[in-house]
């Protein structure tokens, strides 16, 4: 039951979020903040891991590709590498608590104490965030895993 409440909340901010242009004014202040392509993925980074964490991957994937896309061309970005970025980094935001959603999914899988998942996650969380910065600085080690 909290699972389907967290999706249903995720969508209603998704319609909150696009209702209100937040994409599109983040979009350009995104461009107006830095013309440095590692500093821009390194902020997307963070709101990505933010909006992971209270957002469900599809709703996340469609409220923010079109919305970066403009900024991604404009610093010659490479699209392909940011689509599997921005899925990467939207998946670690699904296992980020407070509110990740898949934190839930396995604490109903395994009958364990939220507390304990969210502790038992810190390590694998900590590894897939060094994993996202190292793309940033060095977009070839994508091109490995995939």
């Known amino acids: 039951m909290a699972i389907l409440f967290l999706i249903g909340a995720s969508n209603v901010f998704t319609y909150i979020l696009t209702a209100e ?6 979009a350009a202040y995104l461009i107006g903040v830095s013309g440095s392509p590692v500093i821009i993925l390194l902020m997307i980074l963070a709101m990505l891991l933010v909006l992971g964490t209270f957002l469900d991957n ?3 994937v469609i409220l923010i590709t079109p919305t970066l896309m403009p900024v991604v061309q404009a610093l010659d970005i490479d699209p392909i ?5 921005i899925v990467i980094a939207i998946a670690v935001g699904q296992i980020t608590p407070p509110v ?4 839930f999914i ?3 899988l395994t009958d364990r104490r939220f507390e304990e998942v969210c502790r038992s996650i810190v390590p694998y969380l900590l590894l897939y965030t060094i994993l996202l910065v ?3 600085f060095f977009p070839g080690l994508l091109s490995v895993f995939g």
């Open 58 to 60: 599809v709703a996340a």
């Open 21 to 26: 242009n937040v994409p599109m004014r983040l």
């Open 100 to 103: 990740g959603l898949n934190l």
């Open 81 to 85: 590498f940011f689509g599997v970025f």
């Open 134 to 136: 190292l793309f940033i």
């Open 106 to 108: 396995a604490t109903n």
